[in-house]
């Protein structure tokens, strides 16, 4: 290729990668385009991917990139370097919620039984699924940014991107503070910006409602204090992905779905799920029901 090139990283299941590179010069829809070719997916399965610039301060999100309309976010039709991207820089983009999480080769005559027995194929289903489960991030006051993070990024623990989330979260109430006043925010837009901004500042549904909509994907809350209910930040936007965070009211971890893969011998872990899954949503019903009774277990005394 002809010009400037960019090296692309592609993650995909468990710790396997594939790597190309496309001419700078080139649109985003061109690299779709080569994804898919290499890896036999659809330019359609593509268009919700992130893309990020890996840089020495970490990830940072170039795609969908911030723009005041929703459908101005994902427009394919650009050329790469009008990102900013320098010759050979290295993007990175996490495919692990495209491509199958499970290899499952059924034959005909297991899927005609399956068919005759409904209650076979949810019984499989369960059984394969693997465990929700919590994975506890540091209470430091900034666990609702290491949370998110997490399930942003499929089960990654960078603490040095709680400042990033931060700035990004009062850069956006800086920006609209027609939206973001004074009788919203409990305080002027520039105070709560100002403290947003502090490592003791503790994050709460503002900064999950402009997060799910910076990164496009719905943020799901389990409140383990609330009688199990369950807030859906972007519920409303259809987003095609979604995440869970578990809350105890105090303190916000992110929630992963662990499986073992037999064949690797090792957990696998996976953070993003199809909003229209179900079984993923019922599996998370099922997580705040099992922590509210630890809790009540862990504060009934033991009988002498």
Same mark, same amino acid.
């Given at each position: 290729?002809?010009?400037?090139?960019?090296?692309?990283?592609?993650?995909?299941?468990?710790?396997?990668?594939?790597? %190309?590179?496309?001419?700078?010069?080139? *649109?985003?829809?061109?690299?779709? !385009?080569?994804? +898919?070719?290499? /890896?036999?997916? @659809?330019?359609?399965?593509?268009?919700?991917?992130?893309?990020?610039?890996?840089?020495?301060?970490?990830?940072?999100?170039?795609?969908?990139?911030?723009?005041?309309?929703?459908?101005?976010?994902?427009?394919?039709?650009?050329?790469?370097?009008?990102?900013?991207?320098?010759?050979?820089?290295?993007?990175?983009?996490?495919?692990?919620?495209?491509?199958?999480?499970?290899?499952?080769?059924?034959?005909?005559?297991?899927?005609?039984?399956?068919?005759?027995?409904?209650?076979?194929?949810?019984?499989?289903?369960?059984?394969?699924?693997?465990?929700?489960?919590?994975?506890?991030?540091?209470?430091?006051?900034?666990?609702?940014?290491?949370?998110?993070?997490?399930?942003?990024?499929?089960?990654?623990?960078? %603490?040095?991107?709680?400042?990033?989330? *931060?700035?990004?979260?009062?850069? !956006?109430?800086? +920006?609209?503070? /027609?939206?973001? @006043?004074?009788?919203?925010?409990?305080?002027?837009?520039?105070?709560?910006?100002?403290?947003?901004?502090?490592?003791?500042?503790?994050?709460?549904?503002?900064?999950?409602?402009?997060?799910?909509?910076?990164?496009?994907?719905?943020?799901?809350?389990?409140?383990?204090?609330?009688?199990?209910?369950?807030?859906?930040?972007?519920?409303?936007?259809?987003?095609?992905?979604?995440?869970?965070?578990?809350?105890?009211?105090?303190?916000?971890?992110?929630?992963?779905?662990?499986?073992?893969?037999?064949?690797?011998?090792?957990?696998?872990?996976?953070?993003?799920?199809?909003?229209?899954?179900?079984?993923?949503?019922?599996?998370?019903?099922?997580?705040?029901?099992?922590?509210?009774?630890?809790?009540?277990?862990?504060?009934?005394?033991?009988?002498?």
């Amino acid at each position: 290729m002809a010009g400037p090139l960019l090296r692309v990283l592609l993650r995909l299941n468990g710790k396997k990668y594939h790597r %190309l590179q496309i001419a700078a010069r080139y *649109r985003l829809i061109d690299l779709f !385009k080569q994804i +898919s070719t290499d /890896l036999h997916l @659809s330019v359609e399965q593509l268009l919700h991917v992130s893309i990020y610039r890996r840089g020495p301060n970490g990830c940072s999100l170039i795609y969908p990139f911030n723009k005041t309309f929703p459908d101005a976010r994902y427009d394919v039709s650009l050329a790469l370097d009008s990102y900013g991207l320098a010759s050979n820089e290295e993007v990175y983009i996490d495919l692990t919620d495209v491509l199958p999480f499970h290899n499952d080769d059924d034959d005909d005559d297991e899927d005609e039984q399956q068919s005759a027995n409904p209650s076979t194929t949810v019984q499989k289903s369960l059984s394969t699924v693997g465990q929700l489960s919590r994975y506890d991030v540091p209470a430091d006051n900034s666990c609702l940014f290491t949370s998110v993070y997490f399930v942003l990024h499929s089960g990654k623990i960078d %603490l040095s991107s709680n400042k990033y989330l *931060r700035n990004l979260v009062a850069s !956006k109430i800086e +920006s609209d503070q /027609l939206t973001y @006043s004074e009788a919203m925010l409990g305080r002027t837009n520039a105070d709560y910006c100002q403290w947003i901004r502090r490592d003791d500042s503790w994050g709460g549904g503002i900064e999950l409602a402009i997060l799910t909509q910076e990164y496009q994907i719905e943020i799901c809350v389990l409140n383990t204090e609330s009688g199990g209910r369950i807030d859906y930040f972007g519920e409303d936007r259809h987003f095609p992905y979604r995440v869970f965070l578990l809350y105890d009211n105090l303190h916000y971890d992110p929630v992963c779905l662990v499986t073992y893969d037999v064949v690797e011998q090792k957990q696998m872990f996976q953070t993003k799920f199809p909003r229209t899954n179900e079984t993923i949503l019922s599996l998370a019903k099922d997580l705040v029901l099992l922590e509210q009774s630890n809790k009540t277990e862990k504060l009934t005394p033991m009988k002498s």
